[in-house]
Nanobody, 125 residues
């Protein structure tokens, strides 16, 4: 599967952005999908994940209550709605896919098979 992320940009603290990740291929609905982010000098960290059906979601502690991940299996797209953005949310955001038949969402980077190219999110204070 090939992934194309978009929607990044510059936003003021407290604002919102919605990221999108379009996937190629006919088997999108068999992949768990996720978002990771990487700030300069830091490790890539898990942000959010959604199961292949969309019925289960998991979030990193730093974004719980502010970010929402959801998917549209007709449009082959996963989204990350980001609200109440903080300067520390600034990073390159990557979408990822994991081929799985499980509803379990794994947060470690090593379990994700496919990666998009990343989209930059900048948050001004």
């Amino acid at each position: 599967v090939q992934l194309q992320a978009s929607g990044g940009g510059l936003v003021q603290a407290g604002g919102s952005l919605r990221l999108s990740c379009a996937a190629s291929g006919r088997t999108f609905s068999s992949y768990g999908m996720g978002w990771f982010r990487q700030a300069p000098g830091k490790e890539r960290e898990f942000v959010a994940g959604v199961s292949f059906t969309g019925g289960s979601t998991t979030y990193g502690d730093s974004v719980k209550g502010r970010f929402t991940i959801f998917r549209d299996n007709v449009k082959n797209t996963v989204y990350l709605q980001m609200n109440t953005l903080k300067p520390e949310d600034a990073a390159v955001y990557y979408c990822a896919a994991r081929s799985t038949s499980s509803h379990l969402i794994l947060t470690a980077r090593k379990y994700w098979n496919y990666w998009g190219q990343g989209t930059q999110v900048t948050v001004s204070s």
